[in-house]
Each structure stands twice: as C-alpha cells, then as structure tokens.
C-alpha cells in the first residue's frame, strides 16, 4: 500500500440532498478541528457549475467536475478535509479515506425538504432519490467497502451520536497511520 503523506484524513459526507449533510459536517469541524469543504459554495466561488434559480434551493445542479477537482485538489492532498456534497464519485478513491453516507426516512425528509420551501416535482425527485439508494450505491461502486459507512440523521440526537462515531474513527485513523 502507498504511504499516505496527509497528516489528517480526507472524509466525504454525501447524502441525498436534505438529510443532514451541512449540520453533520459543521458539527464533525468544530469538534475536530478539520476544515468543512462545502463544494456548493467551491462552485459558486469558481464560478463552475450551474445554480438553481429558485432561491429556496442552494444546491448546485451541474458541475464541471474537472474544473472542481482543480480547484480543491490542493486540499485534498494536504488533507483534514470535510467534503460535503450530494455526488460522491467524482473524488479520486487514493485521495479518501472514509465516505459516510447520511441516511433519513422519507417522511422525515418530505418535511425538510418541504420546510426549505421545494415544489412538489422536486420534492418527488429527492424522495425517489432516497428510497431508492442513489447515493449509497454510488458510494459503494466507486469506493472499497470498508470505507463506505451509512449513518440516520433524523433525530436531535443522531448528529451528535453520528459525530461521535466519525470522532472515534479519525482519532483511530491517526493512530494506525503514525500521525
Ligand atoms: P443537507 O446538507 O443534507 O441538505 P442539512 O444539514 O442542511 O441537510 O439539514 C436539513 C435540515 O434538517 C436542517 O434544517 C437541519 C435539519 N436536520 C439535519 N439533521 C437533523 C437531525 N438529525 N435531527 C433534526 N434535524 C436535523
């Protein structure tokens, strides 16, 4: 196996959008000290993707990939990065090392996704997009098995019990890595 050169662990949160993927990141960067890479706002600071126009929707539609990866590189090799984004493929798989996968039961995210102001054909998409596991499929095929974790956010309490675990798991990774 190469040696890995970062001193902290790059960790993709990825999820369909709605399930908690900000407010587990940002809670994951407090208490770790490792830095939240929210693409959303890579995008629109690099002007690189296409926004919606709805102003009720911060998520960013289309990307373009190569341009993104220019742009975060950098910090990916360095590492200690939090990425937050609803795509996970696109990351190369050496430059990973954990990809959690935030999970919600559709009648909890209907009404997030509703609160956030989404017309009906959105809001169906995103549901669809749940149920039928997009992002944990994408999760499993373009990473190792090992890497990938699924995690519920649908209560107060699952994002700390969630941080908690990835907390275990960076110090656990700085440990077996010399760091
Ligand atoms: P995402 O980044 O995946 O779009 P978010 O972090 O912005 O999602 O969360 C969407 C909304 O849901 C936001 O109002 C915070 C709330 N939320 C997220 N996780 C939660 C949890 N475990 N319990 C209660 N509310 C939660």
Redesign the pocket.
């Known amino acids: 196996m190469p040696e890995i050169l970062r001193t902290d662990p790059n960790i993709i949160?990825t999820?369909?959008?709605?399930?908690?993927?900000?407010?587990?990141?940002?809670e994951l960067a407090l208490r770790t000290g490792l830095h939240h890479l929210d693409i959303n706002e890579v995008v629109k600071k690099h002007n690189i993707g296409e926004t919606s126009s709805d102003p009720d929707d911060?998520?960013v539609k289309i990307v373009d990939e190569d341009r993104l990866l220019d742009c975060i590189e950098n910090d990916l090799e360095e590492g200690g990065q939090i990425i937050?984004w609803?795509a996970c493929d696109l990351f190369p798989p050496s430059l990973i090392d954990l990809v959690c996968v935030?999970r919600?039961d559709n009648k909890?995210l209907y009404d997030?996704?509703k609160?956030?102001g989404y017309g009906e054909k959105k809001l169906q998409e995103n549901l669809d997009c749940e149920i039928m596991e997009v992002l944990v499929q994408e999760a499993r095929e373009a990473y190792d098995e090992g890497m990938v974790v699924e995690l519920?956010?649908?209560?107060?309490?699952?994002?700390d019990a969630?941080v908690d675990r990835i907390e275990e798991w960076v110090q656990n990774w700085k440990k077996d890595h010399g760091k």
């Open positions: 949160i999820g369909t959008p709605g399930v908690g993927k900000t407010t587990t990141a940002q911060p998520n937050d609803h935030i919600c909890v997030r996704l609160k956030r519920r956010s649908e209560k107060t309490g699952d994002v969630n």
